[in-house]
């Protein structure tokens, strides 16, 4: 039995907001209900900027990086470490449990240093060269995956290499929670380096799915920053922040090729216009793409019994040939050729015709910059349920297209995350060199630039209460206000 490929789950899993048709604050009347994210509540010190600016990257450093193909090495770290990731696994549950206790809270350092726990933070650091493997894979220039996405087969393609990328993440997060805890700063940031250089790595194959456990391992290390910022001495990343690139991430790459998937799946729908089959031929073609979509890819086990199939297909076209034939005459073939053509035939050609409307229709404002955007892509969302669903034949679009805007707000949700990043290291700059105090408004921290919310590209709202900030992001992720409650240390002496 073949197995649904990590592709397929991605359509699944992002075609299933599309189908709700939902905001997750939306009640069952249509109407909004209000939503307030829980103020995240964090305590800064005062951190002058690093000498020199750049001490501190995110990313390997120019000159430490070499030519070659990181994907070999990355794929390289499973082979005969096979114990070690399954002991690893084994201990995930407890390590998850402890970076979840706030760091400096007593029960974080006795949990730290309990018996229970010794043995799973003992392998962070005594781990038979696989740290140093990921050192080596995370310093080459480039990352290909060599995935068959040409090869006719991208909706079963297997990605295992994303199943493990996902585990070398987890390591890296735990090992740099257990740096900052004890303080290790400099081998945190060296830790956090090679964390960043695997989300950029895994995002390089051309899938959502590698963009979006890309982005989800990249927010990992941010979230490892974010605690970090929040120890008494920790260093100033405003800079390392600020020298990422703005796309760590790109999902340019994989939303062209969603949106060209079933070309890549069946390179015979290419150019139907154009074809010369014979009516047997057509008959095949529909008949092979009638059985992917009710079954073939055994998503629930069972293949498509084959005399359902033939029914569905005779169904097909008694009623689904008129809207075809109407659409190719509008289109100004005539009558005549267009009842010469077999049944089958004109259903695919206006089938292709709306999956490319559809997705072309969503694509084009996914490829806008963030700012731009603007609801054009939310609006596209609205047209491929409301419009493109109901005209279909064949639902390719409702099978296949997956929900490319909510990759895209998980992109925007990566760089809100960074821009908030910024701005922490920026308050925490300033208060460094006036006396350990905030700011009245963000306007005052002329130090640095101080980064715009991606969501709307206006400043984060501002409001100084004595030894605590208020900032707000009145868009945020999942489309509600974010509020941090930010209260100001005395610097460590």
Request: net charge neutral.
């Amino acid at each position: 039995m073949r197995v649904c490929s990590w592709v397929l789950w991605t359509i699944v899993a992002l075609s299933a907001a599309r189908a709700c048709g939902q905001d997750a604050a939306t009640s069952a009347a249509g109407e909004k209900t209000p939503k307030v994210e829980r103020p995240v509540q964090m305590r800064l010190y005062p951190a002058a900027e690093p000498q020199p600016s750049l001490r501190y990257q995110l990313l390997p450093p120019f000159v430490e990086c070499r030519p070659g193909n990181a994907a070999v090495w990355w794929n390289r770290l499973p082979a005969g470490r096979t114990t070690f990731w399954q002991d690893f696994d084994n201990s995930w549950n407890s390590l998850d449990q402890w970076m979840k206790i706030p760091l400096g809270d007593p029960q974080e350092k006795a949990c730290r240093n309990s018996q229970s726990m010794k043995k799973a933070l003992d392998r962070l650091y005594h781990t038979s060269g696989v740290f140093a493997d990921m050192e080596r894979a995370a310093r080459f220039e480039s990352c290909d995956w060599e995935l068959p996405i040409r090869e006719a087969n991208y909706f079963e393609m297997l990605l295992p290499e994303v199943q493990f990328c996902r585990q070398y993440a987890r390591f890296l997060a735990a090992r740099a929670h257990l740096q900052i805890a004890e303080g290790r700063y400099e081998e945190a940031v060296h830790t956090l380096q090679v964390g960043f250089a695997e989300a950029r790595d895994v995002a390089a194959g051309h899938t959502l799915i590698n963009s979006l456990v890309g982005i989800t391992i990249a927010g990992m290390m941010s979230h490892e920053i974010q605690q970090m910022m929040q120890q008494p001495d920790a260093p100033n990343l405003y800079w390392a922040l600020s020298a990422m690139p703005s796309q760590l991430v790109d999902f340019r790459r994989a939303a062209e090729a969603e949106a060209n998937s079933l070309y890549l799946q069946f390179p015979q729908l290419r150019n139907l216009a154009s074809q010369k089959y014979s009516a047997a031929e057509w008959d095949r073609l529909l008949h092979t793409i009638l059985k992917f979509v009710q079954g073939g890819l055994y998503v629930a086990g069972q293949p498509a019994k084959p005399e359902k199939l033939d029914a569905a297909i005779a169904k097909l076209k008694d009623e689904g040939y008129p809207k075809a034939r109407q659409f190719l005459i509008a289109q100004g073939r005539s009558a005549a050729e267009v009842d010469a053509m077999p049944a089958s035939q004109a259903i695919l050609c206006y089938s292709m015709h709306i999956w490319d409307q559809a997705n072309q229709d969503e694509l084009k404002w996914f490829l806008l910059p963030s700012e731009e955007i603007g609801d054009g892509l939310d609006a596209a969302e609205q047209r491929m349920r409301s419009v493109y669903y109901a005209e279909e034949i064949i639902p390719l679009v409702r099978t296949f297209t997956p929900c490319v805007s909510a990759a895209r707000k998980a992109e925007v949700r990566y760089q809100w995350n960074v821009a908030m990043l910024r701005t922490f290291e920026a308050m925490r700059l300033y208060a460094a060199n006036h006396s350990g105090q905030w700011p009245e408004r963000l306007s005052d921290i002329r130090e640095v630039p101080v980064p715009n919310n991606p969501f709307d590209n206006r400043p984060f709202v501002y409001r100084r209460e004595g030894d605590k900030v208020i900032l707000t992001s009145e868009k945020g992720p999942r489309g509600v206000p974010w509020k941090h409650e930010l209260t100001l240390m005395p610097a460590k002496r």
